[in-house]
């Protein structure tokens, strides 16, 4: 079983907060790191949209993220949500650890 890194964008601090907090609390992560401030531009319904968002990266594991996606889909208020897992390639392998088994 692989770690894996998640990231979502979020419309505000009070929304990816809450949201993150209760992913890690149904334990569909170990831990997430919310980013305020990101300026996002992107391609939507024809045109060029720009806005301020948070990004949120979550830690999980492989078996643990179809419940991640499954959720954090769920929860989110986009009608669309950014939600993209990688698998990183190295890492210290006592927080790889940590992530696997605090994803239980």
Not at 17 to 46: D, K, Q
Not at 47 to 52: F, H
């Amino acid at each position: 079983m692989a770690a894996l890194i998640v990231f979502s964008t979020f419309p505000d601090a009070e929304t990816a907060l809450r949201i993150g907090r209760t992913l890690v609390e149904e334990r569909c992560a170990a831990c997430v790191n919310l980013l305020p401030g990101v300026e996002s531009v992107y391609w939507w319904r024809g045109g060029v949209e720009t806005g301020t968002e948070v990004l949120a990266i979550f830690k999980t594991n492989e078996a643990g993220y179809p419940k991640l996606q499954s959720r954090l889909k769920e929860l989110h208020p986009y009608e669309l949500p950014e939600i993209v897992a990688v698998q990183p390639w190295g890492g210290l392998p006592s927080y790889l650890q940590w992530v696997l088994r605090e994803n239980a």
